[in-house]
């Protein structure tokens, strides 16, 4: 039976650890427990020594993605769990995860539904990538952006060098599987409030949100997204070339600016696909080495 190794990162989430960490332990008895302490102020490393499950102090905080990033270089398990510190997700659902897991895939994604999502603006947020990631892909994305996961770890550290420090490691893990045609599965599951206050800021983080779009996009098939913007640009210039024929007889700067920009940004996508196919090519490499 593969070693199971299940990695929190945690933030000044004592008072959730207390109580998800003895749950933790009893439903997966023979799993390695790593919480990743990211600068926690509170009293997280000392609930981590009491419970008897390994905790990695970092000096100050470095983002979620870094703590998950250091998780998984220290995990020895070759199957990794991810499970967020605060409280959020049913140890209970674990079993089901690695189950699906052993069906063959390579990860599998706990899949949150409506009435588990942080509000209303994040729900809509969170069908907006679904959509767009299942676009792209061209397969159904339940839930791009959950950080309740199980994976094959050394599948997962193939990708280690594209994740981000900060929030969004999910939705580049799951853009990197879909990309090098790794298996990835979807399990519903219920998450509950969770503990504490939420270290997400609307403001700052709405930017960071809107940006996971475009990085859905350059994860995977950049020419998807620059293609029809650059054809929106030829249209409109030729829209434009005609309403100016037939009323000044001529071809104005509109038009030509709106078809160079079409020719630029073709181009800009053509060579950011092959910058993305490069990223990938030394991973592929290595594999067939093995």
């Given at each position: 039976m593969?070693?199971?190794?299940?990695?929190?990162?945690?933030?000044?989430?004592?008072?959730?650890?207390?109580?998800?960490?003895?749950?933790?332990?009893?439903?997966?008895?023979?799993?390695?427990?790593?919480?990743?302490?990211d600068?926690?102020?509170?009293?997280?490393?000392?609930?981590?020594?009491?419970?008897?499950?390994?905790?990695?102090?970092?000096?100050?905080?470095?983002?979620?993605?870094a703590?998950?990033?250091?998780?998984?270089?220290?995990?020895?398990?070759?199957?990794?769990?991810?499970?967020?510190?605060?409280?959020?997700?049913?140890p209970?659902?674990?079993?089901?995860?690695?189950?699906?897991?052993?069906?063959?895939?390579?990860?599998?994604?706990?899949?949150?539904?409506?009435?588990?999502?942080?509000?209303?603006?994040?729900?809509?947020?969170?069908?907006?990538?679904?959509?767009?990631?299942?676009?792209?892909?061209?397969?159904?994305?339940?839930?791009?952006?959950?950080?309740?996961?199980?994976?094959?770890?050394?599948?997962?550290?193939?990708?280690?060098?594209?994740?981000?420090?900060g929030?969004?490691?999910?939705?580049?893990?799951?853009?990197?599987?879909?990309?090098?045609?790794?298996?990835?599965?979807?399990?519903?599951?219920?998450?509950?409030?969770?503990v504490?206050?939420s270290?997400?800021?609307?403001?700052?983080?709405?930017?960071?949100?809107?940006?996971?779009?475009?990085?859905?996009?350059?994860?995977?098939?950049?020419?998807?997204?620059?293609?029809?913007?650059?054809?929106?640009?030829?249209?409109?210039?030729?829209?434009?070339?005609?309403?100016?024929?037939?009323?000044?007889?001529?071809?104005?700067?509109?038009?030509?600016?709106?078809?160079?920009?079409?020719?630029?940004?073709?181009?800009?996508?053509?060579?950011?696909?092959?910058?993305?196919?490069?990223?990938?090519?030394?991973?592929?490499?290595?594999?067939?080495?093995?």
């Amino acid at each position: 039976m593969s070693r199971i190794s299940i990695i929190l990162p945690a933030k000044n989430e004592a008072a959730a650890l207390k109580d998800l960490l003895p749950r933790l332990t009893a439903a997966q008895p023979g799993a390695e427990i790593i919480v990743v302490d990211d600068g926690s102020t509170d009293d997280t490393r000392a609930v981590c020594l009491a419970a008897g499950v390994q905790c990695l102090s970092s000096p100050y905080s470095m983002g979620n993605g870094a703590a998950i990033k250091r998780g998984a270089r220290a995990a020895s398990g070759e199957i990794l769990v991810f499970m967020d510190g605060d409280g959020q997700h049913d140890p209970a659902d674990v079993a089901r995860l690695l189950a699906r897991l052993d069906q063959g895939y390579d990860m599998v994604v706990g899949a949150r539904d409506w009435e588990s999502q942080a509000g209303v603006g994040r729900g809509v947020a969170n069908t907006v990538y679904n959509w767009l990631a299942s676009r792209m892909t061209g397969q159904v994305v339940a839930d791009l952006t959950s950080g309740f996961r199980v994976t094959r770890a050394a599948r997962f550290r193939e990708f280690l060098h594209l994740l981000p420090n900060g929030f969004s490691y999910p939705t580049t893990s799951t853009m990197a599987f879909f990309r090098s045609a790794y298996g990835v599965a979807y399990e519903p599951i219920k998450a509950g409030q969770r503990v504490g206050k939420s270290h997400i800021k609307p403001l700052k983080d709405g930017v960071r949100f809107l940006l996971i779009i475009f990085k859905i996009a350059t994860l995977y098939s950049p020419l998807k997204l620059f293609f029809p913007a650059s054809a929106l640009f030829f249209a409109l210039g030729c829209v434009n070339y005609a309403r100016t024929f037939l009323i000044e007889g001529r071809l104005t700067n509109g038009s030509a600016l709106m078809w160079s920009a079409a020719v630029i940004i073709f181009l800009i996508g053509l060579v950011s696909e092959q910058i993305t196919a490069l990223t990938y090519r030394p991973v592929e490499s290595s594999e067939m080495r093995k």
